[in-house]
């Protein structure tokens, strides 16, 4: 089982549509999480990062996170063109005190206009 | 202020031959982590240092190694390379190695290397 899933998509979204994105980890001790967006030939850009249970709102973008069921996923809402990207999932960890970011695969997203 | 700053950006090596990277963090930044994104594997941790001390590593064979200077600054080192380390290499600062509410991640532009 992979540390971090993501569905690899692509996942197609008529504009103005919520684009959810879906991530589940393995390590029960994670403590922060990441979501990341890459667009092609360009490094991964940092949307939001969460903490604590349940969710968190910054502009068009939600993060949601259930670390009992140990699921973090990303909403946006009025999608536009310009969200059409990779979004990564990272959970970050210590682990016997050594730090490790865990990426996700990563979900295509392509808004439809 | 500036962001992670990575050299060079883009390079065309043959087999056999050994490289280095050069990232520059955030100013302020102390922890330096070095990745492998390929459209196969996705991003790989390789490893990441603080003060100037190797405190994680990944999966990756003994060929790659880094190491990162007092200001700072950090390296990798690819030897003997091989058509399959063609890759984006992306660098990534944070300020400090806890996990709290401020301590995120930003990553640089990446370094494009090529094996030919």
């Known amino acids: 089982q992979k540390e971090v899933e993501q569905n690899s998509g692509p996942l197609s979204v008529p504009e103005g549509a919520i684009a959810s994105l879906n991530c589940t980890y393995s390590?029960?001790?994670?403590?922060?999480f990441f979501w990341y967006r890459q667009y092609s030939g360009k490094s991964p850009e940092l949307i939001m990062f969460?903490?604590?249970?349940g969710d968190k709102e910054d502009g068009r973008f939600t993060a949601q996170l259930n670390k009992a069921s140990q699921y973090v996923s990303l909403l946006i809402r009025d999608s536009q063109p310009s969200d059409s990207a990779t979004y990564l999932c990272?959970?970050?960890?210590?682990?016997?005190?050594?730090?490790?970011?865990?990426f996700g695969q990563g979900t295509r997203l392509t808004i439809n206009p | 202020k500036a962001g992670v700053t990575q050299t060079p950006r883009y390079l065309i090596k043959t087999r056999g031959q050994q490289v280095t990277l050069s990232c520059s963090p955030i100013?302020?930044?102390?922890?330096v982590s070095w990745y492998q994104q390929t459209p196969g594997q996705g991003l790989q941790f390789l490893f990441e240092?603080?003060?100037?001390?190797?405190?994680n590593k990944g999966n990756f064979p003994g060929r790659f190694s880094g190491r990162q200077f007092s200001n700072s600054r950090s390296e990798m080192n690819v030897s003997t390379l091989e058509l399959g380390d063609s890759a984006l290499y992306l660098c990534?600062?944070?300020?400090?190695?806890?996990?709290?509410?401020?301590?995120?991640?930003?990553f640089g532009e990446g370094s494009w290397l090529t094996v030919v």
């Open positions: 990534a600062s944070s300020r400090t190695r806890q996990v709290s509410s401020g301590n995120t991640i930003y």
């Open positions: 390590d029960r001790g994670s403590q922060s």
């Open positions: 969460i903490y604590s249970n």
């Open positions: 990272a959970v970050r960890s210590i682990i016997q005190g050594a730090q490790k970011l865990v």
């Open positions: 100013s302020g930044h102390r922890s």
């Open positions: 240092y603080f003060s100037e001390t190797q405190r």
